[in-house]
């Protein structure tokens, strides 16, 4: 168990007595003079008497006053210190901070000899040495004062030592016994050990959940309130999330703030029998992420410590898996993935995702089979999907969506392999796969008399790439396509680097005239740092927020500011996802002009999207929509 210091008990004054006494004598004195001058009735010479007894009364009562005075600032001081001390934190730092206060020095220091030659603007006492401004001397008084407060530092000092070697003893003794000492919880070899036994005793098929918690930011914890402060969260935590077990689960802590529950218990809601692969999202994911939703509320309830009232944020990540299929380590590592997710999404819990494992196995089998897929030509293939024009329904663009016709796996949409292939280096040849497949396409419905511009979407790493310019110039003069019919669309979500390579090539794009877009846009961190290096010429609205705004009023705010910035910056935008015609309706109210999704039309295959676009264009008057307000096309 954690070990607590034992009751305060309030520091001896260091005053001298002799200030007392001082003060004493002249209070006697003065009342003696008084009474004889009561007593010798009213003769001028006993009168002159009063004079002098009446300073030494005034003069005993301010001697009072200031060594009462000197008495509790002292004590406070001490106090202060006596408290700092006690973090454990850097005992020599705090020691001499609190004596340069105590005295109003210039410096003070604190050392085993003091070396300093003679100096009249110096104290010493013990380790302890103060320097005081040059203009005075120190008196008896701060020599007494001085010598108190390093007594206190040479108490708190053998007391923080004997501290942690007691503390290093009961850590000792929960290692042996399988616990963590500072939480009491089971630490990770503990915990190896009875996930092991458990998980063996389970049923080969049944589901179980690991949920692994961190806290945010937690290193500022320490910084602004010491060890002990982030300690005492620790144990806070530690409680709350013991208090929040169920009946077999495992709870222990395996990293300095991070804490893990094991669940072989997860609910199944209905057919389990696709569970298959670790991590896959079949039926008890949605039980874990909830279990790991209530642990998550409860840590995160505001709490006292050391006096604050802090309010941690808590990250977690979510896998579950088959007990026959997987061990504990795996299990740890994969929820570290999930952890890692749910951190660059700035908090909340994420359940783990398999496509965006670089250390799995499965995403190297995946990568190996897209590899083959892109050599035979035919697999990873483009759907479109119009963008219409709110007010007519014309088409003013098409976006190319890559699908992946797997042969074993069936049709795959892009959130499937596209990770992997970001993090891996197929990442060249898929894009340029991709972008020869759109081009081609495009080509083919401009040849049937359409002239819309189509959207590839473009990977941010592909930016450090300083030959994608030239692969891309390329790519347009060999399908005959004009520049300014390719729309780039870049994911907002994804942190655009401000290195020079990656604003040599959106300069050496912005000179080919190929046009730019942000995709998703309101979801990343980086938006407004883009728009300011590089002039865009169009922001498409991430679908989540149109399919939420007509009852999210903050979903709705996003979408509205979001055009309204547009306006501003002279581009078009586009919100993605619409669906539903009263979203139609609060796009086109609020002054959007563009849209795309299953209201107007589904992704087509290749060979139906050139009819589709002749069928929209045939609503009003074919015409040409600039991308930009400033009529560049």
Known sequence: MPVTPGPRRAPESAVSPGAYAAAFLGAAIGLAVLLAVLAGGQEPAWLLLLVPAAWLLWDARARTRRAAADARALDAALRAARDLLEARDDLDAVAAAGARDLLGAERAEVAAAITADDDPAALRAGPLAVWLPRQRTGTPREQEVLTAYAGTVAAAARNAGAFARLSADVAAAAEREGRDALTG???????????????????????????????????AVNRALGHCGGDALLQRLATRLRDGLREGDLAARTGDDEFVVLVPDVPVLGDSAALGALGAAGSPLPQALRRARELQSQLVRPAE????????????????GAAGAVDLSELLRRGKVALAEAKAQGGGVVAYDRHRDPGGTDHLVLLAELRAALAAGDQVVVELQPEVDLGTGVPTGVEALTRWLHPRLGKLGPSAFVPAVEHSDLLGPFTRHVLDRSLAVAAAWAADGVDVPVSVNLSARSLLDPTLPAQIGEALRRHRVPAGRLVLEITETVQVAATPVVDEVLAGLRSLGVQLSVDDFGTGFSTYELLARVAVDELKVDRAFVGRMTESPE????????????????????????ETADQRAALTEMGCTHAQGYLFCQPLPADRIGAKLLELGEVSPARIVPLRADGAS
Do not use: Y
């Open 185 to 219: 919880l089971p630490h990770r070899a503990a915990l190896h050990r009875a996930a092991a036994g458990l998980l063996a005793g389970l049923d080969r098929s049944r589901p179980v959940a690991l949920l692994l918690f961190d806290v945010d930011d937690f290193a």
């Open 305 to 320: 410590i050391r006096g604050f009232e802090l309010v941690p944020r808590v990250s977690a990540g979510v896998v579950v």
């Open 555 to 578: 979903a709705l705010a996003i979408v509205r500011s979001t055009v309204e910035l547009g306006r501003l910056l002279g581009v078009r935008v586009v919100a993605e996802g619409v």
